[in-house]
């Protein structure tokens, strides 16, 4: 009947494709390594430069060289939507991790570029007939409501919003992470139903653990290099919603797998010490070997300190790591790895 292919004579079915955007990154990297080690799907990364030699060198050490070899490499770029459709076109699943961290006062600078990437990863969605898209959000899309919306235990669950035009919400970074989500949920709202896919949305909060990379930046281990090399002079009593990386990655494989996960936002925190208990159990191990680690407190300097209901994503199959877990295993990572070194007179 000229029908050869191996599903058609009872053989192995083909993997499915996951496009995941943002591979180089902290989360990203995690989040890829954890697919292909499932040995599930057919992985297709996004990149914003292949032919980068350092930066595909750091993934393929990341992932080891069989790992890697998996791996089909694609260059795509937010804020070029041609990109994002060539990346993603013929896909059945995609995860969309990449997304740009920091901070600003510039409200516009990051909330357009941040909606407008997002948006431009759910038509490709919806060109490509993908099933389900998981897609990286942020607790801070969740916590920031007007004062007088807070809940009156102040404990936050996924059925909370924040407000970008109440008071709270005004930083920049956080109206770009709510106003991201939420246009990703209303384009999947409005899509005929013939044309819909199943959303995820994964809500992490401030995110630590160990990097795969050697040579990793951003926020998460700048705040481990500064603590382990006496950097900071005082760390400060507010406190610290936080989430291990390993952890937020397999939400974001269970949130593809799991039938009860289709349009389900998924809070991550693991817990909500300060800065200085964060810092502690650093100290208490890297002290005594001659690093100048800093662990002295100052008074907390923000009266909000939000709480989040995790019980859905542990529902989901997500046993979140300890803190003081997640603090001691990212600094020796980083330690052995060589990216961050004791200072000569320590």
Not at 120 to 136: D, E, G, H, I, L
Not at 153 to 177: G, V
Not at 241 to 261: F, G, T, Y
Not at 304 to 327: E, I, Y
């Amino acid at each position: 009947m000229g029908c050869s292919s191996s599903a058609a004579a009872g053989g192995p079915r083909a993997k499915p494709t996951v496009t995941i955007t943002g591979i180089s990154g902290y989360l990203g990297s995690h989040v890829c390594k954890l697919y292909l080690e499932s040995g599930k799907y057919k992985v297709r990364g996004t990149v914003r430069n292949k032919d980068d030699e350092a930066k595909m060198a750091d993934l393929k050490e990341a992932f080891g060289e069989a790992l890697f070899a998996k791996l089909e490499l694609r260059n795509a770029d937010l804020m070029n939507a041609e990109s994002l459709m060539s990346a993603i076109e013929g896909s059945d699943y995609v995860v969309h991790v990449a997304s740009p961290f920091f901070f600003s006062d510039d409200r516009d600078s990051l909330v357009g570029p941040a909606v407008n990437g997002t948006t431009a990863v759910m038509k490709a969605c919806q060109a490509s007939k993908v099933k389900r898209c998981v897609v990286t959000s942020s607790c801070v899309s969740i916590a920031f409501c007007a004062v007088e919306d807070r809940p009156a235990d102040n404990i936050y669950n996924e059925s909370h919003w924040s407000n970008p035009d109440a008071e709270p919400c005004q930083n920049a970074y956080f109206a770009s992470k709510t106003l991201a989500e939420k246009a990703a949920w209303d384009f999947v709202e409005k899509l005929p139903v013939e044309e819909k896919f199943e959303l995820v949305t994964i809500c992490p909060s401030f995110i630590m653990g160990p990097p795969l990379k050697k040579n990793e930046s951003g926020s998460s281990v700048g705040f481990m290099k500064s603590v382990l090399l006496g950097q900071k002079e005082a760390l400060s009593a507010d406190t610290m919603q936080s989430v291990d990386v390993r952890d937020a990655a397999l939400a974001h494989l269970l949130a593809l797998q799991k039938k009860e996960a289709a349009g389900q936002r998924y809070i991550l925190n693991q817990g909500e010490p300060t800065w200085q208990e964060y810092a502690k159990p650093v100290a208490d191990k890297y002290k005594p070997l001659g690093w100048p680690v800093s662990d002295n407190e100052v008074e907390a300097s923000e009266e909000f300190h939000p709480k989040f209901d995790n019980s859905k994503a542990k529902k989901l199959g997500v046993k979140f790591t300890a803190w003081n877990k997640t603090v001691v295993d990212m600094a020796d990572a980083m330690v052995a790895s060589g990216a961050v070194v004791k200072p000569e007179s320590s």
